[in-house]
């Protein structure tokens, strides 16, 4: 039923900046904390931050804290990683994930994945 695309990564230089974009279709985004994940090769899927249902609440890994912006367009139906300071640290493939939940928190209920951008930083 829930359907996540993200868009919007990319090769860029230490320092550079990406915007990636998760579009959600299918469920109740609006309505739905949501999620971003990273996953380099050879290493578990890391948290980056999640937002609640309206924007309110935002949290993230101490890894890209005053680096990544994350928010939220209900209408649209989609959420953003702003994505500044990049580092090569940040090469992975990201995802976006949908949380069971208006309020996120609980890391085991973000239960709708998307199939993840790659982003990758050259130093």
């Known amino acids: 039923q829930v359907q996540l695309v993200e868009s919007g990564g990319g090769l860029v230089q230490t320092g550079g900046s990406l915007r990636l974009s998760c579009a959600a279709s299918g469920g109740t985004f609006s309505v739905s904390a949501m999620g971003w994940f990273r996953q380099a090769p050879g290493k578990e899927r890391e948290f980056v931050g999640e937002i609640n249902w309206n924007g309110g609440d935002i949290r993230y890994a101490d890894s890209v804290k005053g680096r990544f912006t994350i928010s939220r367009e209900n209408a649209k139906n989609t959420v953003y990683l702003q994505m500044n300071s990049l580092k090569p640290e940040d090469t992975a493939v990201y995802y976006c994930?949908?949380?069971?939940?208006?309020?996120?928190?609980?890391?085991?209920?973000?239960?709708?994945w998307g199939q993840g951008t790659q982003v990758t930083v050259s130093s």
């Open positions: 994930a949908q949380h069971i939940t208006p309020f996120g928190a609980d890391p085991g209920g973000f239960a709708y």
